[in-house]
């Protein structure tokens, strides 16, 4: 519970023969973290002759997911059956036979939309010549002519620019939002000088490649070009139902094939984390010590008892996968480690202290009745509606109802302390007593930090004998009866000397140095810092408070202007509110965090630890 699971270290030797076989039994036991085996004196295996195939299958079952838009998850179970196939090769002749059907409507689609966009070139080409009264075999090729289509600033000027050069021309123009459209007809003489002047006029080309050499009517023309528009917008339409119909229709075989074939291509390239001879491979690993026995009887069984399985303790200081061990209630607040860092394999994991603190101070700071209950309802909203944020909703709600706990005991309901003349009951007052939540605040936060050398007393003990561990971390308990007793002493508190307080404080320094020489002694001062930081649990708490009391205070004295007034009143309410409790999780959420990674955990955890992932087990 205060530890990671306890790990056994395993090694299994079998013939070449049955690694099939074991590997299989591996994968749905899910119970071994194999280690790779780096190449020395054994070789590494090689995967399974399988395992193209299986890549191949792979791919392609991704890709037509991807083609017809299928994405989600589906729980795999039973294998193959669940996927409605009797063998790899059935499957794959499945794929297969999918994969043609689906190219084949996408094939048609891309053809389809590239006409499409071809098609609606030409129409605009055509419009844009209807617009200059002309046809489009004004464009035709001509030796002694040569034409420009496009757009200019200013037509006019254009024309006076060209008349200034030549008379043999004919420009025909008309006129755009911001610019000119222009047809200018030229003898090809001219053709440098006309192309010159047009750059000058802000020519834009507009190409004609789709409409030349066309003979005719636009009109007559812009009518093929609507109805072939129509055909193909129908037909992408048509493309279109088709693959949502696969979509539906495929759904879960593509989900289900997707994981069948990635666990059985993990299977056929296990191998290559095996270390191998020319008859026998070795697999080297971690399994829980509870799944130990469990692993041994059932690969005998599978391998005839062909196989052999050694375990041992892992040594000091070896590098060890860790499987968090914790409670159910406190499960969801591992998440809080995820974030930050694995506890190493032989350091005390503080999920549980976290199950327990950090819905204290969220409730704490945000501490209000009808903030809570929000909370707490739109978590459970949120939840439903989104589940990939279940792991964030998990810690929260804990935290949701410490805040409701902690709103009866200071009489907050949205920052209303009382209702139609009559004042909740509370505990304490946070805006009144302030003195007193600073007091309760530094209170928690030295008995939290004390906690923390504690554990890691407890921590260095395993590894640094008693002396050791106690001068490392008791020491700073001791200091801080010493600076207690000198506070007392000087106030007159207690009859002791001040140089008794100083006494034990010098011998706590010395203790520190001893324990954790210069890094222990530049860390003293800030300590006094880290007691005073939880002192935000008070103040961003009554800041809070503060804002919601000036919320609630606009919207009284807007409403008492009529309708449009309590309108208003109730406006301020909503939208006020809404922002406070915003800012209000915020601050609860990543203060409440921060007293524990900065304050608390500092004082014993390293973390750093990899994750235990077994063999056959999906990712997180």
Request: charged residues 20%; glycine residues 8%.
């Given at each position: ?29 899910k119970a071994v973290h194999i280690t790779d085996h780096q ?495 939880y002192a935000r649990l008070m103040a961003v708490g009554l ?78």
């Amino acid at each position: 519970m205060f530890a990671p699971e306890r790990m056994m270290k395993v090694t299994v030797i079998g013939p070449q023969s049955v690694m099939d076989k074991a590997v299989k039994e591996l994968h749905r036991l899910k119970a071994v973290h194999i280690t790779d085996h780096q190449k020395g004196e054994l070789d590494i295996g090689s995967p399974f002759q399988r395992a193209d195939r299986l890549s191949e299958l792979l791919v392609t079952a991704k890709a037509i997911s991807s083609a017809i838009g299928i994405s989600g998850k589906k729980e795999l179970s039973n294998g193959f059956r669940a996927v409605g196939v009797k063998s790899l090769a059935e499957l794959g002749k499945a794929m297969e036979k999918l994969k043609i059907t689906v190219n084949g409507i996408l094939t048609g689609n891309k053809a389809a939309e590239d006409g499409l966009k071809k098609i609606s070139l030409k129409e605009y080409q055509l419009a844009c010549i209807q617009k200059l009264g002309l046809a489009p075999d004004a464009f035709s090729d001509y030796k002694s002519l040569s034409s420009f289509f496009g757009e200019v600033k200013d037509a006019k000027k254009l024309r006076e620019s060209l008349l200034a050069v030549t008379d043999k021309f004919e420009l025909f123009s008309a006129e755009e939002k911001d610019s000119y459209l222009v047809a200018l007809f030229i003898e090809s003489g001219k053709k440098s000088s006309a192309a010159d002047l047009l750059v000058s006029a802000g020519f834009s080309e507009i190409p004609l490649n789709e409409v030349k050499g066309m003979a005719g009517s636009v009109v007559v023309a812009l009518e093929a070009v609507a109805k072939r528009k129509e055909r193909l917008q129908k037909q992408i339409e048509a493309n279109s139902t088709a693959i949502a119909r696969l979509g539906a229709k495929w759904n879960d075989f593509l989900l289900l094939s997707e994981q069948l074939i990635a666990g059985e291509l993990e299977k056929a390239q296990a191998p290559l984390k095996f270390a191998v001879t020319k008859n026998a491979f070795v697999v080297h690993g971690w399994v829980p010590g509870s799944a130990l026995v469990n692993l041994e009887s059932n690969l005998g069984k599978v391998t005839s008892e062909r196989i052999f399985v050694e375990a041992e303790s892992p040594h000091h200081g070896e590098a060890v996968p860790v499987k968090l061990d914790n409670p159910k209630l406190a499960r969801p607040f591992e998440f809080f480690m995820s974030l930050y860092a694995l506890p190493k394999y032989d350091e005390i994991d503080p999920t549980l202290f976290m199950f327990i603190t950090f819905p204290l101070f969220f409730g704490l700071i945000l501490g209000d009745v009808g903030y809570g209950l929000v909370t707490f309802f739109l978590l459970l909203w949120l939840k439903e509606k989104m589940p990939g944020t279940a792991k964030l909703v998990n810690v929260v709600v804990p935290a949701a109802l410490s805040s409701i706990v902690f709103g009866f005991m200071f009489g907050e309901v949205f920052g209303f302390e009382g209702a139609f003349g009559v004042k909740f009951p509370h505990l304490i007052s946070r805006v009144v007593e302030i003195d007193k939540m600073l007091l309760i605040a530094v209170a928690i936060g030295l008995l939290h930090i004390n906690i923390g050398f504690a554990l890691g007393f407890l921590n260095e003990l395993r590894h640094k004998g008693l002396f050791k561990a106690f001068a490392a971390k008791l020491s700073w308990v001791i200091l801080q009866i010493g600076i207690a007793v000198i506070a007392l002493a000087a106030t007159g508190k207690i009859n002791a000397p001040v140089y008794f307080g100083a006494s034990i404080a010098a011998v706590a320094v010395v203790l520190i140095y001893i324990g954790e020489s210069m890094r222990g002694m530049i860390e003293i001062p800030g300590l006094l810092s880290n007691v005073l930081s939880y002192a935000r649990l008070m103040a961003v708490g009554l800041a809070s408070v503060e804002l919601a009391l000036v919320i609630n205070d606009m919207a009284k004295q807007v409403s008492h202007s009529g309708v449009a007034g309590m309108l208003a009143g109730v406006l301020i309410l909503f939208l006020g509110h809404t922002i406070n409790l915003a800012l209000g999780l915020l601050g609860g959420f990543l203060q409440s965090m921060r007293l524990h990674y900065v304050e608390f955990f500092t004082k014993f955890f390293e973390g750093g630890a990899f994750p235990f992932r077994p063999f056959g087990a999906k990712a997180d």
